[in-house]
């Protein structure tokens, strides 16, 4: 998963994840196992939505795909502009291809990869290579928490990654309000606070943007 990139006036990059989580404190598969669809919202006002399909099965391959589209106006007028879309294959808890396209107000970045021996290779926008498994900003994998690098799928670079807990809080889902547990991603220019419910289902983010504006992500 990729969102708007630092060339975006008032809206930063959010893709990131971490380390010191045991792997019995990972919750289990998504409840949302087929999808998930975010309003977004930009200082409380929504800007479009984020939808996620995943498909298949852990033990065989999954595929899941990531579609973004915003659009921020002042007075009616657009200001700016961001479709993204990405396509990932996944076999266990290891990304094994990447397909991604994004248009960040005009500038096109595309993406490629694929896992092969024993390596993950980006083939673009510029080669680059990592041993082992690796795994993109996938908020919706229950195994996140344990990476210490992930894949942004909307730049194409490997990063490196922390995280910490938030603990408990209300979070606001459509007309009601359920607990949810915070994990702050250390990473980007601004943190980012993922939320989960006690099932261990995704169901919102929280990061600051350019200007000290909030972007949010929040279930219908």
């Given at each position: 998963?990729?969102?708007?990139?630092?060339?975006?006036?008032?809206?930063a990059?959010?893709c990131?994840?971490?380390?010191?989580?045991?792997?019995s404190?990972?919750?289990?598969e998504?409840?949302?196992?087929?999808?998930?669809?975010?309003?977004?919202?930009?200082?409380?006002?929504?800007?479009?939505?984020?939808?996620?399909?995943?498909?298949?099965?852990?033990?065989a391959?999954?595929?899941?795909?990531?579609?973004?589209?915003?659009?921020?106006?002042?007075?009616?007028?657009?200001?700016?502009?961001?479709?993204?879309?990405?396509?990932?294959?996944?076999?266990?808890?290891?990304?094994?291809?990447?397909?991604?396209?994004?248009?960040?107000?005009?500038?096109?970045?595309?993406?490629?990869?694929?896992?092969?021996?024993?390596?993950?290779?980006?083939?673009?926008?510029?080669?680059?290579?990592?041993?082992?498994?690796?795994?993109?900003?996938?908020?919706?994998?229950?195994?996140?928490?344990t990476?210490?690098?992930?894949?942004?799928?909307?730049?194409?670079?490997?990063?490196?990654?922390?995280?910490?807990?938030?603990?408990?809080?209300?979070?606001e889902?459509g007309?009601?309000?359920?607990?949810?547990?915070?994990?702050?991603?250390?990473?980007?220019?601004?943190?980012?606070?993922?939320?989960?419910?006690?099932?261990?289902?995704?169901?919102?983010?929280?990061?600051?943007?350019?200007?000290?504006?909030?972007?949010?992500?929040?279930?219908?």
């Open positions: 998963m990729a969102l708007p990139s630092r060339r975006a006036p008032w809206i990059a959010m990131v994840w971490p380390l010191a989580v045991a792997a404190d990972v919750p289990n998504p409840v949302s196992a087929s999808g998930w669809t975010f309003r977004v919202l930009l200082d409380g006002q929504p800007i479009g939505e984020h939808r996620f399909r995943l498909s298949g099965t852990r033990e391959e999954r595929t899941l795909v990531s579609e973004a589209q915003f659009t921020v106006r002042w007075l009616g007028i657009a200001l700016y502009r961001y479709q993204h879309r990405a396509v990932e294959r996944w076999r266990g808890d290891c990304l094994a291809a990447l397909s991604a396209d994004t248009d960040d107000n005009g500038t096109r970045t595309q993406v490629s990869g694929q896992a092969q021996d024993a390596q993950f290779d980006v083939t673009a926008p510029a080669p680059q290579s990592a041993r082992g498994c690796v795994m993109s900003f996938a908020y919706w994998h229950p195994a996140l928490r990476q210490q690098r992930l894949l942004n799928p909307q730049t194409g670079r490997i990063e490196p990654v922390r995280i910490t807990l938030l603990g408990e809080t209300p979070l889902q007309a009601r309000s359920v607990l949810a547990t915070g994990w702050r991603i250390h990473g980007p220019a601004q943190p980012i606070d993922v939320w989960y419910s006690a099932q261990g289902d995704w169901i919102g983010l929280d990061t600051r943007v350019d200007g000290g504006r909030v972007l949010r992500y929040r279930r219908p």
